[in-house]
């Protein structure tokens, strides 16, 4: 069974750039999460979809951060414009189905992203 | 807001001995977590606990939940050092399972 795909694999911008990442989760899978982790902390949930509608996005910077997931499927995540603290490794999951008892999150290998 | 506190943060232990991570919530949540994350890696799930009362073990690895303490451990069992990791505990709440991870705690197993 293929995991979780994501590119790319890693980023270097400026601020005040645009960046784009992009997940595909396994195949099945309802549930997609967006994760950001800063060095040495946890992952922070940055938006939760359930196919292809959101359930939570409450910690999304919406001012600058903006994800769609068309059809259900793939993911996109995207910074605009991105600033030196959104420096991060940005980690995409997905679950079979949020509730019901399969939850177990399969995690991305992420994407890297330094702002300069 | 659900907060999730883990100690230590930092773990330094000589192989073959035995240790616990504690992992505290702050409110009532539905699902505890453990993963792994190895350097530069991504997360690995280890467990997923349901009920109070819950045990799990895979390995030298257990996890516990006590729900009326809001508290999970994980206790590892004479200690090798491919367990060598950073450790996540997560909580998850709500009907789509919102889940918050703790701050992590990096396990250095020492030959």
């Known amino acids: 069974e293929a995991g979780v795909a994501q590119s790319p694999r890693y980023k270097i911008i400026e601020k005040r750039q645009s960046v784009a990442f992009w997940c595909n989760p396994i195949?099945?899978?309802?549930?997609l999460y967006w994760y950001q982790q800063i060095l040495g902390q946890g992952p922070k949930l940055l938006i939760q979809?359930?196919?292809?509608?959101?359930?939570?996005d409450s910690q999304l910077p919406k001012d600058r951060f903006s994800a769609e997931r068309l059809k259900g499927v793939d993911s996109t995540l995207k910074i605009q414009p991105a600033k030196l603290e959104d420096s991060a490794v940005y980690l995409c999951?997905?679950?079979?189905?949020?509730?019901?008892?399969?939850?177990?999150?399969?995690f991305g290998p992420g994407t890297r992203l330094l702002v300069l | 807001e659900l907060k999730v506190e883990q100690n230590p943060l930092f773990l330094s232990m000589q192989e073959g001995k035995n240790y616990t991570i504690y992992c505290n919530y702050s409110?009532?949540?539905?699902?505890l977590y453990w993963y792994r994350q190895d350097p530069g890696k991504s997360l690995e799930s280890l467990f997923v606990?349901?009920?109070?009362?819950a045990v799990k073990q895979e390995g030298r690895l257990m996890a516990s939940l006590d729900t009326k303490a809001r508290l999970s451990t994980l206790h590892i069992t004479a200690a090798v050092h491919d367990l060598s990791a950073t450790y996540f505990c997560?909580?998850?709440?709500?009907?789509?399972?919102?889940?918050?991870f703790g701050t992590g705690t990096k396990l250095q197993v020492i030959p």
């Open positions: 999951a997905s679950s079979l189905w949020a509730r019901q008892g399969q939850e177990t999150q399969y």
């Open positions: 195949s099945g899978h309802a549930t």
């Open positions: 979809f359930q196919n292809n509608g959101v359930v939570d």
């Open positions: 409110t009532t949540s539905d699902r």
């Open positions: 606990l349901l009920s109070n009362g």
């Open positions: 997560a909580s998850g709440a709500g009907g789509y399972q919102k889940v918050t």
